[in-house]
T-cell receptor, first 114, second 110 residues
């Protein structure tokens, strides 16, 4: 099992540009989570999906952020337009639906917006 | 969500046991205690979880106080690879997501 796969590992972009982060969850997992990590705020949940349907997006900072899960094996997090304060490490995680199933995290995408 | 309190940092010597404490005085009856760790430049990884009884797995042991207001993650023999941030998290019975605090930065000295 390859684990949760995120791409790209690093992204550097200029303010105002569109950024798309990608995630492939572990096969068979029915929950998918997007987290953001910064020094100031730590790990924050942005949004999570169950069976490709968004369940809670209350952590999405503002309308510039959007997330989709078109099928069980792929999700995207898009920022348009990007701003320097969006610079962070973005993690994707997946899990089975049973109670207390552990979350399996990818290695993250480090986003730098200049 | 009920909160947890952990020391910001701890040090341990290599090959010695490490006891990482966590206080959760407002824990509810349905909250499970989960521990994750985050190695440098990696995503968090699951370590262990429990409800009331002490738990053991290949990575660590979890000791839960009788009143459940505190718990301790025990690494039986620390290695340099165990240097990481350790997060103690309360997860409600029906919750699927995790809410992370600031964790404990463990430094392992050779």
């Amino acid at each position: 099992d390859a684990g949760v796969i995120q791409s790209p590992r690093h992204e550097v972009t200029e303010m105002g540009q569109e950024v798309t982060l990608r995630c492939k969850p572990i096969s068979g997992h029915d929950y998918l989570f997007w987290y953001r990590q910064t020094m100031m705020r730590g790990l924050e949940l942005l949004i999570y999906f169950n069976n490709n349907v968004p369940i809670d997006d209350s952590g999405m900072p503002e309308d510039r952020f959007s997330a989709k899960m078109p099928n069980a094996s792929f999700s995207t997090l898009k920022i348009q337009p990007s701003e320097p304060r969006d610079s962070a490490v973005y993690f994707c995680a997946s899990s089975f639906g049973q109670k207390n199933s552990p979350l399996h995290f990818g290695n993250g995408t480090r986003l730098t917006v200049t | 969500d009920a909160k947890t309190t952990q020391p910001n940092s701890m040090e341990s010597n290599e090959e010695e046991p490490v006891h990482l404490p966590c206080n959760h005085s407002t824990i509810s009856g349905t909250d499970y205690i989960h521990w994750y760790r985050q190695l440098p430049s990696q995503g968090p990884e699951y370590v262990i979880h429990g409800l009331t009884s002490n738990v053991n797995n290949r990575m660590a042991s979890l000791a839960i106080a009788e009143d459940r207001k505190s718990s301790t993650l025990i690494l039986h023999r620390a290695t340099l690879r165990d240097a990481a941030v350790y997060y103690c998290i309360l997860r409600g019975g029906s919750a699927r997501q995790l809410t992370f605090g600031s964790g404990t930065q463990l430094t392992v000295l050779p």
